[in-house]
């Protein structure tokens, strides 16, 4: 593996503080033990129009809209966070498989740890390419055959079969499945009477999609035999373990860092104290256990 990281422990998930270097290093300072980078594509992307946040029922809609520098400028985030010698994934996100080829060799480059493959933003074009077995297989076995670093894919619970998708994912050669990226989602303001977001529907994120994430997670855990990497609604140690024992091997966390850049460190915490009340030595130990793996 690239950098030989561990599928284990504590990431800042993508897109979240995920564009500059200095952001992504104070997570780390903060006890993340990688950092995912925001999606970044072949060349530079304004995103959708404002407002792009806005937070409903404990939980945050974003339609962002992919908004970044493009890759060949994002080198310069890149080269810092490796002079901080932070484990980064590097996230992409392409139109086809041939953009994402190219897109992964030139990341490679920059010697990220790995490569997350976007497949699944909820408020973009992309978004149908985790709902389809052909187009999932397509794009990961692209992005394998271009670089020799460990291939991520990110998918959605937002398609109707989502363990066909990590199925058809580990068959073209991914290395984990991260799962899962934001639940599709709107808010209407009920005295303009009309929806908040400027792109309309947007993508829920933290504590109300966690039980969402706990049950991808479970389900894809029966099936797969490559490692998975959680993230949906984290915002404790207590659900750090119950995906643990759901089937993920390393957990990434999002909104929640937005409240709390401290939460890896308490997270981590939180988990070794279980972990020795209940006699484990490490999360490894109780990986998939609710589910027999
Ligand atoms: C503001 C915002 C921007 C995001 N941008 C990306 C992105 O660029 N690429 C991606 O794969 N996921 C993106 N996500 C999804 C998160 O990485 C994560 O999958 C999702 O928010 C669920 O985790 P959470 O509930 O811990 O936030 C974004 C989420 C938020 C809230």
Not at 212 to 235: F, H, K, N
Request: some cysteine.
């Amino acid at each position: 593996m690239g950098d030989q990281l561990k599928i284990s422990g504590y990431w800042l998930a993508s897109g979240i503080l995920g564009v500059t270097a200095s952001t992504m290093i104070r997570a780390t300072k903060s006890g993340a033990d990688a950092v995912v980078t925001k999606s970044i594509g072949l060349v530079s992307r304004k995103g959708h129009p404002g407002p792009v946040l806005t937070s409903s029922h404990g939980g945050l809609l974003n339609a962002v809209g992919l908004t970044n520098p493009g890759i060949d400028e994002f080198a310069n985030e890149m080269h810092l966070l490796k002079e901080a010698k932070i484990p980064v994934i590097l996230s992409i996100f392409g139109d086809t498989p041939e953009e994402i080829a190219i897109i992964a060799e030139k990341g490679e480059k920059m010697k990220p740890s790995a490569i997350e493959l976007n497949l699944s933003c909820p408020h973009a074009t992309i978004s149908q390419i985790s709902h389809s077995t052909k187009l999932t297989s397509n794009f990961v076995q692209a992005a394998k055959e271009a670089v020799h670093l460990p291939v991520f894919a990110k998918i959605t619970p937002n398609a109707s079969d989502y363990v066909a998708i990590g199925k058809a994912a580990e068959e073209a050669g991914a290395d984990a499945i991260v799962a899962i990226n934001t639940v599709r989602g709107m808010k209407i303001d009920i005295h303009q009477m009309r929806p908040v977001l400027g792109n309309r529907v947007g993508g829920l994120s933290g504590p109300p999609i966690f039980p969402i994430a706990v049950r991808c997670v479970y389900d894809l855990s029966q099936t797969l035999s490559i490692p998975i990497i959680g993230v949906g609604g984290v915002s404790s140690w207590q659900d750090a373990i119950e995906m643990h024992l759901a089937g993920a091997s390393a957990i990434q966390i999002g909104t929640a860092v937005m409240d709390d850049l401290t939460i890896f460190s308490k997270i981590k915490s939180g988990v070794s104290s279980y972990l020795g009340e209940k006699g484990y030595r490490d999360t490894s130990e109780i990986i998939g256990l609710a589910g027999g793996r």
